[in-house]
């Protein structure tokens, strides 16, 4: 017989500090800010997880700066960083703080009856939304990634639905969509195993983990393997699968079924950082940047990267400025081009009115072609497209191939000051 | 500023053999003990969430802060030495050690909600705010932010009518709080809970 009391579970050390969860900060991290302007939320609603969750989107709002600091802010909380004022970022800074932006930037809602509802992106209630949505999501994630480690996962193979918070008016349905979503009720819990599909087809977001409605106060509480054989759903000794593999790979086969507006309305939206085959849509990453990052370090790469077409903002804007018009040019950036751009306006930027371009900075590129603030004609081929982010005035110079219908990069600077070009 | 919480066993086990011999996975046996630590504090945390608050006493808007606590508390590694929970909420750090708290750069003071409607709300998206000044010790200061019948003083400054305000913050130059003995669960309830997930993973065939 092993002496059981002999393990004293007494080595529990509570520290101040340590890191956040690798998981949670991936989860936000991996986003990209994205302009809603070609699919609403029904739209998205079709669109594969997998890409949902690498999109930093709000429904109707069309601004970067606001997406970009909705993105950095969240990422800050996540990471627990200080910001620049050194502290930390909590609720009531971030829904001030985009509230200030909404405000600056004239994004309030048509309709005035619409002032101050969720559908106002300047409403505490919809900022607010955002702020507990988006943090929770990548907590739970979190969660849910430690839960289907295998170790983890034997231990407490099973959760229990149930109440976590408080709400004023809950929905009283769950347990109905719990069972049409395939959960058992026993002994009138909610409960399923870890890795059952029930959870994601509970879900109105198709993810398995919390929240499963908007302004849910429901959530899951792990059951251990004791509780989960004496509630028979497994055998004694019964191994369980994780699941995030599988579900991994449903994510990126899940988008087969979308139509060809989707498919194109994605390529708008991202460019090169998708790519759609047989019905497919899989996530490339920041590809500009990390095409920018291999031209460095390796002086013989060639390659071009494609960001979409002509957004209809771009065609108009550029129609105004007496560009020729737009409509279906692909914009192209060669690694020749990004390299002079290294050289001209990174490490050897002489020009005291610019700043140097750095890595990070070719990520606001594809908003300066689908978005631009304004567009300037040069010469009959060349036009120059600029764009305001947090601050910074991007200015990106392209030439026009009729023959191709493609608008390639030729050179790309960001100004603290003065006239756009020299 | 997360909170860290370790455990880990392998001093308490030193010297027992037999142990020593059942345990050539440690990693799982310190998943199982994490997980428990995990569930432990997110059901001490919910049941926090859903007890009486001081602002729910007076009425206020309830801000479910023990829900997010426990939705930011995850086991957040695994190893053959021990697993670790981390309570990624700085303000949670603030209820365990207490402290004091001064405005951050470029600012002079915290406000500290005096009504409902100010209750989880930054100042700063309240509209038509306006500071209340009184003299203390000899000199000239802000004590509040508040609305009501707006005057012009006599140097041409728009301030509150006296008699007419409504506080709505107080203002304050630092905040010294004490720790709150219950943010977390009684440590001895946490290990009487390690120690039956222990003897129930050992226990498995």
Request: no cysteine; aromatic share 8%; hydrophobic share 40%.
């Amino acid at each position: 017989m092993i002496a059981l009391e002999e393990i004293r579970a007494q080595a529990i050390d509570i520290e101040p500090g340590g890191e956040a969860s690798p998981f949670a900060v991936e989860s936000i991290r991996r986003r990209t800010p994205v302009l809603s302007r070609y699919l609403n939320s029904q739209d998205w609603k079709l669109i594969s997880l997998a890409l949902r969750q690498r999109a930093q989107f709000s429904s109707e709002v069309e601004n970067f700066r606001l997406m970009q600091q909705i993105q950095r802010r969240l990422e800050q909380a996540i990471s627990q960083l200080r910001n620049e004022r050194g502290v930390y970022v909590n609720e009531q800074q971030f829904v001030a703080e985009m509230k200030k932006i909404v405000e600056e930037e004239g994004l309030g809602p048509i309709d005035p009856r619409d002032i101050g509802t969720l559908k106002d992106i300047g409403s505490e209630a919809r900022l607010r939304l955002i702020w507990r949505f988006q943090t929770e999501q990548a907590n739970e994630y979190a969660r849910w990634r430690m839960a289907n480690d295998p170790d983890v996962l034997n231990a407490f193979p099973a959760q229990e639905f149930k109440r976590v918070a408080v709400r004023r008016v809950p929905r009283l349905n769950w347990p109905e969509r719990f069972t049409a979503a395939g959960g058992r009720i026993i002994h009138g819990r909610m409960i399923d195993l870890v890795n059952s599909t029930t959870w994601e087809n509970l879900s109105v977001f198709g993810q398995p983990w919390p929240p499963f409605d908007y302004n849910s106060g429901m959530g899951l509480v792990s059951l251990s393997r004791r509780e989960t054989e004496s509630l028979g759903l497994l055998q004694p000794g019964e191994k369980v699968t994780p699941r995030y593999v599988d579900f991994n790979a449903q994510l990126e086969a899940s988008v087969r079924d979308l139509s060809e507006r989707y498919q194109n309305a994605l390529k708008t939206l991202f460019g090169d950082q998708i790519v759609i085959e047989d019905g497919a849509a899989k996530w490339q990453g920041n590809i500009i940047a990390d095409l920018y990052d291999r031209v460095l370090k390796n002086p013989g790469l060639q390659q071009e990267l494609s960001l979409g077409t002509a957004t209809a903002s771009t065609v108009q804007k550029a129609r105004e400025a007496g560009v020729e018009d737009l409509t279906g040019y692909r914009m192209v950036i060669r690694t020749d081009e990004m390299r002079k751009i290294y050289k001209k306006r990174g490490i050897e930027e002489a020009d005291p009115t610019q700043a140097v371009i750095t890595q990070n900075d070719w990520e606001a590129l594809p908003f300066v072609w689908r978005d631009p603030d304004s567009v300037q004609i040069r010469r009959p081929r060349n036009f120059i497209l600029t764009k305001r982010i947090d601050g910074t005035l991007y200015v990106a110079e392209w030439i026009r191939n009729r023959e191709n219908k493609t608008v390639m990069l030729r050179t790309f600077w960001k100004k603290k000051a003065g006239p756009l070009t020299r | 500023m997360a909170v860290e919480i370790e455990v880990d066993l392998s001093d308490a086990i030193k010297g027992v053999e037999d142990l020593r011999s059942q345990l050539a996975n440690r990693r799982a046996l310190n998943a199982a003990l994490g997980k428990r630590a995990e569930v432990e504090l997110r059901a001490h945390f919910t049941d926090r969430e859903q007890g009486p608050s001081k602002a729910s006493s007076r009425g206020w808007p309830k801000q479910h802060f023990w829900a997010q606590i426990a939705q930011a508390t995850t086991l957040t590694e695994v190893n053959d030495d021990g697993a670790t929970v981390t309570i990624n909420d700085p303000r949670f750090a603030q209820k365990v050690y207490g402290g004091t708290i001064k405005p951050g750069a470029g600012k002079k003071y915290l406000t500290i909600p005096a009504i409902a409607q100010a209750y989880g709300r930054s100042a700063q998206i309240i509209e038509g705010l306006k500071p209340i000044i009184r003299m203390i010790a000899g000199e000239r200061r802000a004590v509040a932010l508040g609305k009501g019948e707006t005057v012009i003083s006599k140097k041409g400054n728009p301030r509150l009518k006296p008699g007419t305000e409504t506080i709505w913050y107080w203002l304050v130059k630092s905040v010294t709080q004490e720790p709150d003995p219950q943010a977390l669960p009684p440590m001895d309830h946490l290990k009487e809970k390690l120690q039956d997930e222990a003897k129930e993973y050992l226990a498995r065939p």
